[in-house]
């Protein structure tokens, strides 16, 4: 049975660091991804990584803050979130896939539950 677990979410101010953990198990995925809805909004795409780590992508608003990285051998993907904003805050989901690797949720079949950040200004 494939099962994602987030960890690491939390309530930190405005310009703190949190780093999120989503640990795979069942299988080893080779893309996986993190996405974020906030109240009212849509999900959207945050940042994902490849197989080997080699590719990573990353939405706008958090290029340069955040960074993805991933264990193959203890089947987890990481996301290092520094310079936090109050607009980070929202529901961090962890989803993972092997056929495509991209910004669509929709190629991901497998999501974790989701960690909340909230961060205060």
């Known amino acids: 049975q494939v099962q994602l677990v987030e960890s690491g979410g939390g309530l930190v101010q405005a310009g703190d660091s949190l780093r999120l953990s989503c640990a795979a198990s069942?299988?080893?995925?080779?893309?996986m991804g993190w996405f974020r809805q906030a109240p009212g909004k849509e999900r959207e795409f945050v940042s994902a990584?490849?197989?080997?780590?080699?590719?990573?992508l990353y939405t706008d608003s958090v290029k340069g803050r955040f960074t993805i990285s991933r264990d193959n051998a203890k089947k987890t993907v990481y996301l290092q979130m520094n310079s936090l904003k109050p607009e980070d805050t929202a529901v961090y989901y962890c989803?993972?896939?092997?056929?495509?690797?991209?910004?669509?949720?929709?190629?991901?079949?497998?999501w974790g539950q989701g960690t909340q950040v909230t961060v205060s200004s």
């Open positions: 989803a993972a896939g092997s056929a495509y690797f991209g910004q669509l949720s929709s190629i991901y079949p497998y």
């Open positions: 069942g299988r080893t995925f080779s893309n």
């Open positions: 990584i490849n197989c080997s780590g080699g590719v990573t």
